[in-house]
């Protein structure tokens, strides 16, 4: 398998401070990737930056995605090229129910811009039917053990922290993206909604295996679940280091002191 996403000597500025300085990585099709780093490392820059984010600023660099240098891409386009976010803090939106919105991002996905939607879910530029929506929501529900009655809820409205991020994965399991950013997905979670998310992911990528995750986390206990091909470091907007799953683990008892110098050792999860 090649590589799905090439980051080259990538600068990034968030209002008028750089950020990312100079970072790269590659990820292969069907990989996990972890990333660690203390805060204000860039990690959720990365992330941001990869989705399109208007507020974030390339100022060198470059990220090829599929074979496709995907910088001067809009948000909308790189989600029907394959990418997909998983946000840290998921927005709540009154008046729109889970079920709603998760059938107009398919039909965002499946609709070519500028042609219209016959809602028969028959033809080129046509969206999902009503009746494969209902099915493929059920079976995306059930592998997820998650009530029916939430997809009648309106979108994170009242959620707890654990429904916030099982509605990420519920999301992700619908659009069946190529690469699946997870944004610090473990945070504020306790260890039996950690456990479900974990295990949504994971059997996402039973049903697809080719699926590629870039995980970005400040805690080791997340890749206890969520078992990563690649663990890398990063400090001051860069890569520092790159290994195995044992990275984590020592990262976990020593924090970054190393990786920053004289300053003092910061905790993973600080």
Do not use: C
């Amino acid at each position: 398998m090649g590589a799905d996403l090439v980051i080259t000597k990538l600068h990034v500025n968030v209002e008028g401070q750089e950020i990312l300085k100079g970072l790269d990585l590659e990820i292969n099709r069907g990989e996990i990737h972890a990333i660690m780093g203390p805060n204000g490392s860039g990690k959720s820059t990365l992330a941001n930056t990869l989705m399109g984010h208007p507020a974030y600023e390339v100022t060198a660099g470059e990220i090829w995605f599929k074979g496709e240098n995907i910088v001067e891409l809009l948000p909308d386009e790189r989600s029907r090229l394959g990418l997909f976010l998983a946000f840290q803090y998921p927005s709540a939106i009154p008046g729109v129910s889970v079920a709603n919105f998760l059938r107009t991002a398919i039909n965002a996905h499946r609709v070519e811009p500028g042609t219209s939607d016959n809602g028969n879910g028959s033809g080129k530029g046509s969206g999902i039917s009503m009746r494969e929506f209902r099915q493929l929501l059920k079976d995306k529900m059930a592998m997820l053990k998650m009530d029916a009655s939430f997809a009648r809820r309106y979108l994170n409205d009242g959620f707890s922290g654990g429904e916030k991020k099982r509605n990420e994965i519920l999301q992700m399991a619908m659009l069946k993206p190529t690469l699946a950013i997870m944004d610090e997905t473990d945070s504020g979670l306790d260890i039996d909604a950690l456990k479900v998310v974990a295990n949504g992911v994971n059997k996402l990528r039973e049903r697809n295996p080719d699926m590629t995750v870039l995980l970005i986390t400040h805690y080791q206990r997340l890749l206890n679940y969520i078992k990563p091909d690649h663990v890398h470091v990063m400090v001051r907007g860069k890569i520092v280091r790159s290994g195995g799953p044992e990275v984590a683990l020592q990262l976990e008892e020593g924090g970054y002191a190393e990786y920053q110098g004289e300053e003092e050792a910061v905790p993973v999860g600080a």
